[in-house]
């Protein structure tokens, strides 16, 4: 799932916490990962290189230079949950949305084309950071064969 990140925080070592737009906050060791990519260990010899990383601007991956990134949707499948952070109603229909559309093997632009909805408006949506109307969300979800109604807790 291509879920993204909205906030990184670093942690002693090279130990990272992120949280997801669903809310879900995790935690992960990148030496984890120095077998399989020998260039991430630069980010244990180098604190200050591994603390001056940053979220990409979709919160797909993290950067610290040129050569070093990765991807956050690894450290969402691999990394160990330590709690959830309460998320807006927006992030909670773009994550629901998001699932559906991946679960169905659809994509954005496949979507936009069935809605005439915008494929960068459905991203938006997606990551949280769209205010879409109700009628412009039943018309996603229709599109995906699911009714949306409300539920109050």
Do not use: C
Request: no cysteine.
């Amino acid at each position: 799932m291509h879920i993204s990140a909205t906030k990184l925080k670093f942690l002693d070592d090279v130990k990272l916490e992120l949280t997801y737009q669903d809310g879900k906050i995790i935690r992960y060791d990148m030496s984890t990962m120095f077998l399989k990519f020998p260039q991430l260990e630069e980010l244990r010899k180098n604190r200050a290189l591994f603390i001056h990383g940053h979220l990409d601007p979709g919160g797909y991956g993290i950067i610290w230079n040129e050569d070093l990134d990765f991807d956050t949707s690894s450290i969402y499948e691999d990394g160990e949950v330590v709690g959830y952070e309460e998320t807006t109603i927006n992030q909670q229909i773009g994550t629901l949305l998001l699932k559906t559309r991946e679960e169905m093997n659809i994509t954005q632009t496949e979507l936009s084309k069935m809605t005439h909805i915008d494929q960068g408006d459905i991203s938006k949506i997606e990551r949280g950071t769209g205010n879409p109307t109700i009628a412009k969300i039943n018309k996603l979800f229709r599109a995906l064969g699911k009714s949306v109604s409300l539920t109050l807790l």
